[in-house]
Nanobody, 113 residues
Framework: QVKLVESGGGLAQAGGSLRLSCAVS????????MLWFRQTPGKGREFVAR????????LYADSVKGRFTISRDNAANTVYLEMNNLKPEDTAVYLC??????WGQGTQVTVSS
């Protein structure tokens, strides 16, 4: 059974950085397009970033473009989200997903002003 586990969330100040990880177990990462979403009570679930199986093509939401970087290490079965210049509006639960079919439980990111 494929399982996704996010980590790396926490509290950061505005302008700071965090690096999220999504570890995949029970299967191989290479067959999946991987995505990060974030969820807040007010906005619901919002797309953040996407990376194809090979890692060659990446896509970002306009709200994070230039600040966030998605990457993957297929050998380590892990996907990353490097978040820089954080803003209070980045506060959310961040979830990773494989092809939007398999989802992790999420990790909380809180950015203080």
């Amino acid at each position: 059974q494929v399982k996704l586990v996010e980590s790396g969330g926490g509290l950061a100040q505005a302008g700071g950085s965090l690096r999220l990880s999504c570890a995949v177990s029970g299967g191989t990462l290479t067959i999946y397009t991987m995505l990060w979403f974030r969820q807040t009570p007010g906005k619901g679930r919002e797309f953040v970033a996407r990376i194809t199986e090979s890692g060659r093509t990446k896509l970002y939401a306009d709200s994070v473009k230039g600040r966030f970087t998605i990457s993957r290490d297929n050998a380590a079965n892990t996907v990353y989200l490097e978040m820089n210049n954080l803003k209070p509006e980045d506060t959310a639960v961040y979830l990773c997903t494989a092809d939007q079919r398999l989802w992790g439980q999420g990790t909380q990111v809180t950015v203080s002003s």
